[in-house]
């Protein structure tokens, strides 16, 4: 089994250096300076509790997994223990608002302690990981009778959420949930329904669990106009805002999965359960989307977590693997072979992983201090944010996840024959991953929801914003001899997504498959040439430090090797996605159904 060591010195150069998260956090509204300091201290906490709690359990809980007992779950041994010991840390809060309890500190600075949750045991991070959404929704939509009731039992981990969105008939199409909600004389609902897939949606590690429902009133109008929201939690509170008596709903079963094993995946009935609305009759898939759009950001931080891991243990493994001989000649001449390292396809495979990896994090980390102007810049900050995020987040969640499963299989593969074995780890990391390319969105819808509401429906607004950003920035370093070898493909790239916009724009006027059968292929362009753009400044920073003489230079010319990598051997995928894109929807179309046979 790999054993996990938080990436703390990229994690830093990120934050630090990269995105200058110091001045950002100084902008930004807190009871508490985040100085360096005090950052250091909650990532250093953070990397025990991940590499000592977390990882010992995440092997077991694979084999182990949940266990449905007449309507109950029990999580894997060792779980619910580590759950106590997260909220006596208080790691709940950290980002909450201290008004219900919480640290006040950035959100940002939870995403970064989600990648190191996440890579050291994923199943474990998904129990915790919907209270955040649930906090959001309730703090930015919810009565203040239900904030007081809910956030602060939230907020200290004491109660969990969940995001029940899904039915068995409707799976993405939320347009045809059947749940229905009854109103009551006394202001409350009777909800009624099933739904499945819930992540969460029943456990043995908190007291209480709230779930965030969708469902229609009995005079809704068809389609997502006629979505309510509703809390219906596991126990009522009483008077005292403490657990009171059992709410009608149950968890039917437990999905027998093909990873996550120790994340419970729940059925769960609700029959004339008590719920609550939150905010307006037929607002609810608007609400709804605060989480849903903190789910997708958490699924993309589990595309990096596969890579990291993955990437760990591929590199602990081909230093000490010995077999066959460099073909230059011997590494190891006192050994029998040489270590795997040495040879190009292997190392390859490594600089594809630590390539795609570190231009996640930065990519995500940028996304997470967007988050952060979002919520709390001043009107231009936020509308400028806002927009970053809405063209930028369906990339992330799709392109971090397609390529953290690509890294995962290059783990098994760089093993070879031992990567197949459950011993040694790789094998979970691809079974535990594969779902991240399907809920929250799978990477189809993902993409239509890039080029057709971000992208076309914006009159290339979105696409526009950062565009510029980047072009701006390859001029102001074009001139630099450096700089050239990333800034020339970089600008070509940016203008040819602007082309290829245009081309799939045109087409998709007279043909709407159009934009459809070129939407995966236009968000994967569009991931590798952020992760280019985060790359160009990754190196512009190691360079500037290699030139100002450092004690790191290891370290930095790794960066600058890595990036070099990635603009030779990986953003050359873009010429394909750009072929396949503007080929057009015949050949995908053209086939009658009938003549799908096997």
Request: net charge negative; with cysteine; charged share 20%.
């Amino acid at each position: 089994m790999p054993e996990y060591t938080t990436p703390m010195r990229d994690v830093q150069f990120v934050l630090k250096e990269l995105l200058h998260s110091g001045d950002h956090y100084e902008k930004l509204p807190s009871e508490e300076a985040l100085g360096d300091d005090l950052l250091d201290a909650i990532l250093n906490e953070a990397a025990k509790f991940a590499e000592n709690v977390l990882a010992p359990l995440n092997r077991e809980g694979d084999e182990q997994g949940c266990q449905w007992q007449q309507g109950e779950v029990i999580t894997p041994p060792g779980f619910k223990e580590a759950y106590q010991q997260y909220v006596e840390g208080a790691w709940p809060g950290l980002s909450a608002s201290v008004e219900y309890g919480g640290q006040g500190l950035p959100g940002s600075l939870g995403v970064v302690i989600s990648e190191l949750v996440g890579t050291a045991n994923w199943s474990w991070g998904m129990y915790p990981g919907l209270s955040i959404g649930a906090v959001r929704c309730i703090e930015a939509h919810g009565s203040d009778e239900q904030k007081d009731i809910y956030l602060n039992k939230l907020v200290e981990g004491t109660w969990t959420g969940t995001m029940c969105l899904t039915e068995a008939h409707s799976g993405s199409d939320l347009g045809l949930l059947r749940s229905k909600a009854e109103p009551r004389a006394d202001g409350s609902y009777n909800i009624s329904g099933t739904k499945i897939f819930i992540s969460a949606g029943e456990h043995d590690m908190a007291e209480n669990i709230l779930h965030m429902v969708l469902a229609r009133l009995p005079d809704a109008p068809a389609g997502t106009k006629g979505i309510s929201l509703f809390i219906v939690p596991k126990f009522m509170p009483d008077h005292e805002g403490n657990v009171g008596e059992r709410n009608s709903v149950s968890c039917g079963s437990i999905e027998h999965k093909m990873g996550i094993k120790g994340s419970a995946t729940c059925v769960l009935n609700f029959d004339d359960a008590t719920g609550f609305m939150v905010g307006e009759a037929n607002t609810g898939l608007t609400q709804m989307f605060t989480m849903m759009n903190a789910a997708r950001l958490g699924t993309a931080i589990q595309g990096l977590c596969m890579s990291e891991g993955a990437y760990q243990g591929a590199v602990a493994y081909a230093r000490e693997r010995l077999q066959m001989r460099a073909l230059t000649g011997p590494k190891n001449p006192d050994g029998p072979a040489d270590p795997i390292i040495v040879h190009p396809d292997v190392r390859r495979m490594l600089m594809t992983q630590k390539a795609i990896t570190e231009g996640q994090r930065a990519f995500l980390y940028w996304i997470a201090l967007l988050v952060d102007k979002a919520a709390y810049g001043n009107e231009q900050e936020y509308q400028d944010a806002d927009n970053l995020l809405a063209l930028l987040t369906p990339i992330a969640k799709a392109f971090c996840t397609e390529t953290g499963f690509e890294v995962a299989n290059l783990g098994v593969q760089v093993l070879g024959g031992h990567g197949y074995i459950r011993e040694h780890g790789m094998e979970q990391i691809v079974r535990d991953g594969r779902i991240a390319t399907v809920y929250e969105g799978t990477t189809g819808i993902q993409a239509l929801d890039l080029i057709g509401r971000k992208v076309l429906g914006s009159g290339g607004k979105l696409l526009k914003g950062f565009t510029k950003q980047v072009y701006h920035y390859c001029q102001d370093h074009h001139k630099e001899d450096a700089m050239k070898e990333f800034i020339e493909p970089l600008q070509k790239c940016n203008k040819e997504w602007g082309d290829l916009t245009m081309a799939i724009g045109e087409k998709a006027m007279e043909n709407p498959d159009e934009a459809g059968a070129a939407a995966v292929d236009y968000l994967m362009y569009g991931g590798y040439l952020v992760l280019a753009y985060m790359w160009a400044q990754s190196a512009k920073v190691a360079l500037d430090k290699l030139d100002g003489g450092t004690e790191e230079e290891a370290y930095y010319r790794s960066k600058v090797q890595t990036a070099r990598f990635y603009f030779q051997r990986i953003l050359p995928r873009t010429l394909s996605h750009f072929a396949s894109a503007k080929a057009g929807a015949e050949a995908v179309m053209a086939i009658d159904e009938d003549n799908f046979i096997f």
